[in-house]
């Protein structure tokens, strides 16, 4: 399965843009880093992580990208994104079972009030412009502003339900466990 993260709360009123460097302050892991980097430390990626490695999953790590809270992102963070996380899904899309994504729910960018609807969005369509039908599965924060792109275009999304968000880690692995319903019967899902 293929895995990556885009994570960000942006509050559109802040004037200082959230640029790459600070997704390289927080987090900023691409491949096997995804990996390194997060296991064990308690975060969403941690809780997926745990559950895959224990059921001898495949993991395909593609781009794990971070920030704090903070202005806008700049148009070259999630240009990265794709840059990073298109090509591997390219190159590996027929040994794929799954897409499981880290997401926040309540980025905005340079130019779109909804990355991830449209990360999403660009994802459904590129599977089914090559007929493979998997699950796309992703967290979601308890903040998120969930749009009905993001709903069309996921198999499920899962989200925190407490504030403090003490349950992060365990939301992903209630994502990973529908993750594995909807590998194992597509049909749990409708």
Do not use: C, K
Not at 37 to 45: D, E, K
Not at 50 to 60: E, F, K, P, Q, V
């Amino acid at each position: 399965m293929l895995l990556g993260g885009l994570f960000h709360e942006t509050h559109t009123f802040l004037r200082q843009p959230t640029r790459i460097a600070d997704f390289e302050d927080s987090a900023l892991h691409v491949g096997q880093d995804i990996i390194d980097r997060n296991l064990g430390n308690a975060s969403p990626m941690d809780g997926f992580l745990s559950y895959a490695l224990a059921r001898g999953w495949n993991i395909i790590p593609t781009i794990h990208m971070a920030a704090m809270p903070g202005g806008m992102v700049e148009r070259a963070a999630v240009s990265l994104f794709r840059l990073t996380f298109f090509p591997i899904l390219e190159a590996r899309i027929d040994e794929l079972d799954g897409i499981f994504l880290i997401l926040h729910g309540a980025m905005v960018s340079e130019g779109s009030d909804d990355p991830e609807g449209e990360l999403l969005r660009e994802i459904s369509h590129y599977l089914q412009m090559r007929g493979v039908h998997i699950p796309v599965v992703g967290v979601l924060d308890l903040h998120a502003n969930v749009s009905q792109a993001m709903i069309d275009n996921s198999s499920a999304l899962v989200a925190y339900r407490e504030n403090p968000h003490n349950d992060a880690r365990d939301t992903a692995v209630r994502a990973a466990r529908l993750f594995e319903a909807l590998m194992d019967d597509p049909r749990v899902a409708q």
